[in-house]
C-alpha cells in the first residue's frame, strides 16, 4: 500500500480562487481527518469523518472551507475563495478504529495564496 | 477542555546528551497519549504511544497521570534524531488533538 495519498503536492494560486485538495485514504480504514499546519498555530484538525460520515467540523475556520467523502476512497478539501491567510500545509490522515489506533499521514499539500 | 502543551519550541542539544521533551494535557477521562515525529522532508508518523509500554529508537515516554504529563526521553541523543517532535491526544473517534510541536536538534 502507497500510503494516504494527497494530491498536489504544491499549489499556488491567486486570492479570491477556487482551490480544491484531495486524499486518498488507506484501503480499510474507516476514519480521515484534515488537518491544517502552520507556523503560528501548529497542526489543528480541520474536520473528520467516520464510515464517510463528517463527524466533527468544529474546527473548519469560516465558510469558505468545505470538505466532502463522497465514498471510502476518495476526500476533498475546498477553499473558496481563497485567502493569502489560508496559506500552510494541508494534512490528510487516515486510521482504523480501535483503542490507541495509530494514524497514518499523508505527504502533504503546501498552499500558498498570493 | 482537551488540550495538549508543548512548552518548548526548540530544545537543542549534544549528541551523546539525555533528551527530554515536555508535554502536558489536559483531558477529562482515561487519556490516550502519543508521540509522532516528522523528519525532514517526510510524512508525519507515529513513534509510540502509551498504551503500548514500548521503547522505540531508544526513547520512552511514561504517562503520569497526577501530573499530567507524558514525557518523551532518550538517554543518549543521536544526529538522526533531529526531526520534529508532537505529543497527541485521543479527543475521541480517534481524533488526535496535536501540541504546538518541539523541533529537536542534536549537534554533533
Known amino acids: 500500500d502507497a500510503g494516504v495519498i494527497q494530491s498536489p503536492r504544491h499549489e499556488v494560486t491567486e486570492m479570491g480562487q477556487e482551490v480544491t485538495l484531495r486524499c486518498k485514504p488507506i484501503?480499510?480504514?474507516?476514519?480521515l481527518f484534515w488537518y491544517r499546519q502552520t507556523m503560528m498555530r501548529g497542526l489543528e484538525l480541520l474536520i473528520y469523518?467516520?464510515?464517510?460520515?463528517?463527524?466533527?467540523d468544529s474546527g473548519m475556520p469560516e465558510d469558505r472551507f468545505s470538505a466532502k467523502m463522497p465514498n471510502a476512497s476518495f476526500s476533498t478539501l475546498k477553499i473558496q475563495p481563497s485567502e493569502p491567510r489560508d496559506s500552510a500545509v494541508y494534512f490528510c490522515?487516515?486510521?482504523?478504529?480501535?483503542?490507541?489506533?495509530?494514524?497514518?499521514f499523508g505527504q502533504g499539500t503546501r498552499l500558498t495564496v498570493v | 477542555a482537551q488540550r495538549v502543551t508543548q512548552p518548548e519550541k526548540l530544545l537543542s542539544v549534544f549528541k551523546g546528551a539525555p533528551v527530554e521533551l515536555k508535554c502536558n494535557y489536559s483531558?477529562?477521562?482515561?487519556?490516550?497519549l502519543f508521540w509522532y515525529v516528522q523528519y525532514s522532508r517526510q510524512r508525519l508518523q507515529l513513534l509510540l504511544r502509551?498504551?503500548s509500554r514500548e521503547s522505540i529508537k531508544g526513547f520512552t515516554a511514561d504517562l503520569n497521570k497526577g501530573e499530567t504529563s507524558f514525557h518523551l526521553k532518550k538517554p543518549f541523543a543521536q544526529e538522526e534524531d533531529s526531526a520534529m517532535y508532537y505529543c497527541?491526544?485521543?479527543?475521541?473517534?480517534?481524533?488526535?488533538?496535536f501540541g504546538a510541536g518541539t523541533r529537536l536538534a542534536v549537534h554533533p
Open positions: 490522515a487516515s486510521s482504523y478504529g480501535g483503542q490507541a489506533t495509530e494514524a497514518f
Open positions: 484501503s480499510g480504514h474507516n476514519s
Open positions: 469523518f467516520n464510515n464517510n460520515v463528517p463527524i466533527d
Open positions: 483531558y477529562s477521562g482515561s487519556p490516550e
Open positions: 502509551h498504551i
Open positions: 497527541a491526544l485521543n479527543g475521541g473517534y480517534n481524533k488526535l488533538i
